[in-house]
């Protein structure tokens, strides 16, 4: 696991780095998202961009249709400047034909908190420690008070924990969708934890939010 410094900032579902067929295989927790199921790959990293809480876009540019436009074309960046400015437009006045599809799926990738998936993280990978510690007791320590060892604790402990460790390790990995890395390779300048905060806060009322109402 990276850990965190001041040099590093965290993204949720980055799809930096992920060719659009395998990026749902890279971050499985979005197959249990139902507004993300009618989306295809480059839909979804279109919306990823358009909408996510750590997506650059979304603090930088505030205008909603000249931020789908943006995130149009670093979907499809053969596209001209005039064609993605179109279907930024039919997007934010609602006349693409799967216009409520986009819409819904813009609103939840709105609510994905990055403070709970960053402490999600964080609370498995303790989890997992925690384990590591009680597989280390030595066999002493389960000792009872008249002197013999309770061989059922010493068992019961490892299978428990091995009956666990499946999940956890599938947890560990996919890392809740979050992802360190640079913040100069990632968006030149990092994300301003006042304003993700005020995000989750604030919803709707904060300029820049995906309502296309």
């Given at each position: ?197 005020q995000k989750a806060n604030a919803g709707n009322s904060l300029p820049g939010n995906v309502s296309t109402e």
């Open positions: 696991m990276i850990e965190e410094n001041d040099d590093m900032c965290v993204s949720i579902f980055s799809p930096e780095g992920i060719t659009p067929m395998l990026y749902r295989r890279e971050y499985p927790d979005l197959l249990a998202i139902r507004e993300f199921e009618p989306l295809n790959d480059y839909e979804l990293i279109m919306i990823w961009h358009y909408a996510n809480p750590t997506s650059p876009l979304v603090y930088s540019i505030r205008d909603k249709e000249k931020r789908m436009a943006q995130a149009y074309r670093l979907t499809n960046p053969e596209v001209t400047e005039e064609k993605s400015a179109a279907f930024a437009y039919e997007f934010v006045n609602g006349s693409l034909v799967n216009a409520e599809i986009l819409r819904d799926a813009a609103e939840r990738m709105s609510r994905i908190s990055p403070d709970v998936r960053r402490q999600a993280d964080k609370m498995v990978n303790r989890i997992l420690s925690d384990y590591m510690g009680l597989l280390d007791r030595d066999l002493d320590e389960f000792v009872k008070g008249d002197g013999d060892t309770d061989f059922t604790a010493y068992t019961m402990t490892r299978q428990r924990i091995v009956a666990h460790l499946d999940l956890l390790i599938q947890k560990v990995e996919t890392g809740f969708g979050t992802k360190k890395a640079s913040e100069k390779k990632l968006v030149g300048e990092k994300i301003p934890e006042k304003y993700l905060k």
